[in-house]
């Protein structure tokens, strides 16, 4: 599986950028996880990076924050009646809004955590290298968001862990460094996190912004 990061707050030469988070996950299943602020910002990068957001097989909302959500009317423009997965509270016009509620599965290798404390969702996917678990913003704890997506899929550690993790304190590093071969933290993690991890797991830190692209 291929992971493109539209959007993540660390810029890239030659790429749009601001506050927000946006992934596009290429393998079984083309799906985007999360949208950004803007619509512009997609598709300036997607352009730049060479990946189409067309013909989508569904998209993922972590949750209703504007980071998040803003850039899926542009999605819905290029795929009308496009399935998005996303906690309860909210609607796109020109998307399908399927409400997650609890643990299951999305499409084929591709779960869902269930909205934890009815506010935010992961989603695991089976890939060669092992389960990959792809995060928003970590507002019921990234290490609780991980344990179930390690749960639904029955593994006892994760291949990647990548996503924002909302300014988390080592403790919860720690946990995620026992789940997780690798971790990518992202968007909301901030730099004393990326600089923890990175001091004291440089074997499983993987550095991402704006435009990184992973095989996994």
Do not use: Q
């Amino acid at each position: 599986m291929r992971l493109t990061i539209l959007n993540d707050n660390v810029p890239s030469k030659g790429l749009l950028n601001d506050w927000g988070w946006s992934v596009l996950a290429e393998g079984k299943r083309r799906f985007l996880f999360d949208a950004d602020t803007r619509g512009e910002v997609l598709a300036h990068n997607s352009k730049v990076l060479g990946v189409s957001l067309e013909n989508l097989d569904f998209a993922v909302l972590s949750h209703w924050h504007y980071d998040h959500y803003g850039g899926f009317e542009y999605i819905a423009e290029l795929n009308p009646g496009l399935s998005l997965y996303a906690p309860p509270g909210g609607r796109i016009e020109g998307l399908k809004v399927v409400e997650i509620h609890s643990a299951g599965e999305i499409s084929e290798e591709i779960w869902t955590s269930g909205a934890l404390d009815g506010f935010e969702h992961a989603v695991g996917v089976e890939t060669p290298s092992g389960l990959t678990a792809i995060v928003g913003c970590s507002h019921p704890g990234a290490d609780r968001l991980t344990k179930v997506i390690l749960e639904v899929f029955g593994y006892e550690k994760a291949h990647l862990v990548i996503g924002g993790f909302h300014y988390p304190s080592r403790r919860t590093l720690e946990r995620l460094a026992g789940m997780a071969e690798f971790i990518a933290p992202a968007h909301c993690s901030g730099d004393e996190a990326k600089a923890y991890v990175k001091g004291r797991y440089p074997e499983k830190f993987v550095e991402v912004r704006t435009g990184s692209v992973l095989e996994v």
